[in-house]
Nanobody, 123 residues
Framework: VQLVESGGGLVQAGGSLRLSCAAS????????MGWFCQAPGKERKFVGN????????NYADSVKGRFTISRDNAKTTVDLQMNSLKPEDTAVYYC?????????????????WGQGTQVTVSS
């Protein structure tokens, strides 16, 4: 599975961005999809994930109420809507796919990764 993120950029604090992840695989549906972020000098951390049918979503405490994950299996896309952005949200954002549908928050449980897209939030 190849994953390609888009939608990153520079935004002021309090603003919004919508990231999109497009998958090349037509069997995209059975995969749990996750979003992770990594700031310079820090470990990659969990942002949120969504179950294969979109029925279950989980979020890191730091983004609950501000970020929303959605997916369209017909279009093989997963989106991350980010509202009320803060400077501490600045990072490279990655989407990832887990074919084992574990709903894990651990990066090592995801088999496929995109190249990442930069999100910068200015104060």
């Amino acid at each position: 599975v190849q994953l390609v993120e888009s939608g990153g950029g520079l935004v002021q604090a309090g603003g919004s961005l919508r990231l999109s992840c497009a998958a090349s695989e037509r069997t995209f549906g059975p995969y749990t999809m996750g979003w992770f972020c990594q700031a310079p000098g820090k470990e990659r951390k969990f942002v949120g994930n969504i179950s294969w049918n979109g029925g279950i979503t989980n979020y890191a405490d730091s983004v609950k109420g501000r970020f929303t994950i959605s997916r369209d299996n017909a279009k093989t896309t997963v989106d991350l809507q980010m509202n009320s952005l803060k400077p501490e949200d600045t990072a490279v954002y990655y989407c990832a796919a887990d074919p084992h549908m574990m709903m894990s928050t651990y990066p090592g449980d995801y088999s496929y990764w995109g190249q990442g897209t930069q999100v910068t939030v200015s104060s």
